[in-house]
């Protein structure tokens, strides 16, 4: 048995860890963004130690798993998405051995770790790539992808292809002077697309992520994981326009994205992970339709990732009838054994207490789904105690988005658009209680984001052990959903919408375990039909009852009753 595995150590507190299913189908999973978390020597700056003195939280909160977005070696443009090595720690979040201490103390206290791999490019800092670009012979040449492209009349240069970068607007090949050559750049420019045809890299990459399964991963998130196989013949991609999350994709990606050598790449990368113990789980980060981001699961008949992002909670409205609709989809896309993943937050998203104008009540009928919908529930830091997303202006961000769309677009920089282009404003930091510093540094030195103005109110401190409290909402639910199988590993029976259109319900069912959820999202109280034999679990509607067969839920609230 590895030593570094949950099973290895006694603090056992993880339902998935006891079931006889895989741990990671029943799991819960919280994302520590590193930078922000919690700030152990006062630069103003997260780090690992914060993060290990703060791993607590986690555990009290009753998640299963935690994923720690990027924390190695990076010069920090797009905050640790842009790599510099990816067998080192990034000197500002700590070293190598405090990754070990973070790994081992999460494992001990029954947390399973996910550590997020950026696959598909590096740094342009990154030692490879300066080897690279150095010259054409070099024994990196060929670890990026690189091409003359084409020539105009007058010898004016013109790029290898049509293809478009992932924020549309710059192309995605960018010039390199000393190469004398086009290199891509599928997402900016400083993030040169790694060339994973060459099996030098192939070779390279999945020795690395052995490493840190050597090291007792429980696995990883695995970022723009479709646009890592683009065609190897740089041909175009088709002409067609569509649209993602309401922002205009001006060409149809195809090939770019989801290409056949993505699906075989999940199976390859399966294959590496099942070299341990065949109990490390792979999440991809993918964007597509659910018959396109389903071949990730598994491709001609072999196993591919475990599970894939379906990010429609994040862009849906609050609306029952449009949120009904997501169930039904993911319950026909992902019938077991497939599962779906369920996500409101992330670091690049509006909060989603943002989205829903802060009303809290409306956050309790939304973390109830969240966390009693079949599916792996995933928690972004700060959504669990209501942080709200931290006006910053455009023209101050740190995020290299708004300045990268800046340059081909100015004005855009003044425009309201349907999401919130500065991703800096959901990434401030962790608020753990009212001091100055919100807990995350106690130093005089500025954090690298301002902390929100709401932390003195909102924080962990302040929530903790009140029972009106968001932060409570959550442990409720989460000790539920590990307490009942019905709820980490049953089936789901979605009542159609009826004469009440504003409400949600749904039975979970585990051998004898039942379970009915209702969530009401309309201004008005609501009358639900419940079987007569059923009482209330849990209510966010201190009123709510349940008569003869009725139960009544005010405006924005949730509740969970068991059934005899
Ligand atoms: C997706 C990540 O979530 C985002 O933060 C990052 O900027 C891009 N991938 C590029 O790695």
């Keep these: 048995m590895n030593p570094n595995s949950v099973e290895a150590v ?143 009349p007058l010898g004016r240069r013109r790029r290898p292809n049509n293809w478009r970068s992932e924020l549309q607007l710059p192309r995605a090949w960018q010039w390199s002077e000393q190469r004398e050559q086009w290199y891509l750049a599928t997402f900016l420019h400083f993030q040169p697309d790694l060339n994973w045809h060459n099996p030098e890299v192939r070779t390279e990459m999945f020795d690395m992520i052995r490493s840190w399964l050597e090291r007792g991963v429980d696995g990883f998130r695995l970022d723009i994981f479709g646009s890592i196989m683009h065609d190897a013949r740089l041909r175009n991609n088709g002409r067609r326009p569509s649209l993602r999350f309401g922002l205009p994709r001006l060409q149809d990606p195809v090939r770019t994205l989801n290409t056949e050598e993505c699906f075989e790449l999940a199976t390859e990368l399966r294959a590496v992970c099942d070299e341990f113990d065949g109990d490390r789980v792979l999440l991809g980060e993918v964007f597509g339709s659910s018959d396109v981001l389903k071949r990730y699961l598994r491709h001609r008949g072999k196993p591919g990732l475990h599970l894939v992002f379906a990010f429609d909670f994040l862009a849906a409205p609050y609306r029952a009838e449009t949120l009904h609709a997501l169930i039904d989809g993911y319950e026909a896309d992902y019938p077991a054994p497939d599962l779906p993943t369920l996500v409101l937050e992330n670091h690049d998203r509006t909060r989603s207490l943002s989205r829903l104008d802060g009303d809290l009540g409306k956050a309790r009928v939304m973390a109830t789904l969240l966390l009693t919908l079949r599916g792996v529930p995933v928690i972004y830091q700060g959504q669990e105690i209501g942080m709200a997303n931290r006006y910053i202006p455009l023209a101050e961000a740190d995020d290299p988005i708004p ?58 401190e302040s929530q903790t052990g009140d029972p009106d409290s968001l932060l409570e909402w959550y442990r409720t639910l989460l000790g539920l959903r590990r307490e009942h199988p019905a709820l980490h590993q049953g089936d789901l029976q979605l009542r159609p919408i009826g004469e009440e259109r504003h409400v949600i319900v749904y039975e979970r069912t585990s051998g004898v375990d039942r379970l009915l959820v209702a969530a009401n999202l309309g201004d008005e109280t609501a009358t639900i039909d419940v079987p007569t034999a059923s009482s209330i679990l849990l209510s966010s509607d201190s009123a709510g009852t349940v008569r003869q067969g009725s139960l009544s839920l005010s405006a924005h609230s949730a509740a969970i009753l068991t059934l005899d």
């Design 10 to 152: 006694a603090a056992d507190t993880d339902v998935s860890i006891a079931g006889a299913q895989p741990w990671w189908r029943s799991t819960s999973i919280y994302q520590v963004y590193p930078r922000s978390f919690a700030d152990s020597n006062g630069d103003g700056i997260g780090d690992l130690p914060g993060a290990i003195s703060r791993l607590d939280h986690l555990r009290d909160l009753g998640v299963g798993t935690v994923w720690f977005s990027p924390f190695f070696a990076s010069p920090q443009r797009d905050v640790g998405y842009d790599v510099s090595d990816y067998r080192s720690v990034a000197a500002e979040y700590g070293t190598l051995d405090d990754a070990q201490r973070l790994i081992d103390h999460a494992h001990h206290l029954g947390l399973r770790v996910l550590l997020d791999l950026v696959l598909n490019h590096t740094s342009d800092q990154h030692p490879w790539f300066l080897e690279s670009k150095s010259s054409r012979d070099n024994p990196k040449a060929d670890w990026y992808v690189w091409d003359d492209g084409r020539t105009w």
């Design 403 to 460: 300045r990268a769309v800046a340059r081909f677009v100015p004005e855009a920089l003044n425009r309201r658009l349907p999401e919130r282009l500065n991703r800096d404003e959901v990434r401030t930091p962790m608020q753990w209680d009212a001091t100055p510093g919100a807990g995350f540094s106690d130093s005089a030195t500025p954090p690298w984001l301002p902390v929100h103005d709401n932390h003195v109110e909102v924080n962990v």
